[in-house]
């Protein structure tokens, strides 16, 4: 339960992490990275950066309005997004060690955001088992 | 099988899907039940039957421990008055001791 009661709290903090990564995937739209471009082509890096877009939208919906749905549903666009990035990005270290600072970053960012997915995912599963011990009239 | 950044891009990409997939078959599922909307309601639900369920357990054991209580006084009453109860025998092991 403190997991959860934790996870909760930072509802600005998490908006502007998700206007920053809509920022991010917007920018990626119009100029895709090189280790992401080299990795698959012109399709992948605009698919990663739709939906990074997508579901850095879905997950403001869900924390400005308070709802769990909308960072359930974005959550794992972003984390894959930004897992992507990070996966180029270290591909491309052997090349340029100096991309390992970024390659470190975006796998923070992905494993920070992949931790964040967990506790909705529990937000999620508690809230269903609240309405299946409780049911209520429609 | 040559596995070059492309192929991890697109294991990636397939779990992403997957991901999204699993995500709207739980929130459907969730809504579909009539959970509640709001993360603040969903954990102050949470809390609100975390607390019942504490003090249901209290209430049960004040209950368990006055008829526990009941029952000794009867048994130290007959022995007072020469009857000859059976013994009160040892309580049950709790739950650490079998962890033990």
């Known amino acids: 339960m403190t997991q959860v009661v934790a996870a909760e709290g930072g509802r600005w903090l998490r908006g502007a992490t998700y206007l920053m990564v809509i920022c991010g995937g917007a920018w990626s739209l119009w100029w895709p990275g090189h280790p992401l471009l080299s990795g698959g082509g012109q399709i992948v890096a605009f698919g990663y950066a739709a939906a990074m877009v997508a579901g850095g939208l879905s997950c403001l919906y869900g924390t400005l309005r308070g709802r769990w749905s909308g960072e359930l549903l974005g959550l794992p666009m972003v984390t894959v997004s930004t897992a992507a990035v990070a996966i180029a990005l270290w591909w491309h270290i052997p090349a340029s060690l100096g991309l390992s600072v970024l390659g470190t970053v975006a796998t923070v960012c992905t494993l920070l955001l992949a931790d964040r997915w967990r506790g909705v995912w529990k937000i999620a599963h508690l809230a269903r088992e609240a309405a299946n011990r409780a049911p209520r009239s429609a | ?100």
């Not at chain 2, 025998?89 to 033990?100: A, L």
């Open chain 2, 1 to 100: 099988m040559h596995l070059g950044l492309p192929e991890l891009l697109a294991l990636v990409g397939t779990a992403g899907i997957g991901g999204t997939l699993l995500a709207i078959a739980k929130a459907w599922a969730a809504h579909r039940d009539g959970a509640r909307a709001r993360e603040r309601d969903v954990i102050k639900d949470s809390e609100d039957w975390r607390r019942h369920a504490d003090d249901a357990r209290r209430d049960a054991e004040a209950r368990a421990a006055w008829w526990r209580d009941r029952a000794a006084e009867l048994w130290l009453q007959c022995v007072q008055h020469g009857g000859q109860p059976g013994p009160l025998g040892r309580p049950p092991r709790s739950e650490s001791d079998f962890s033990t």
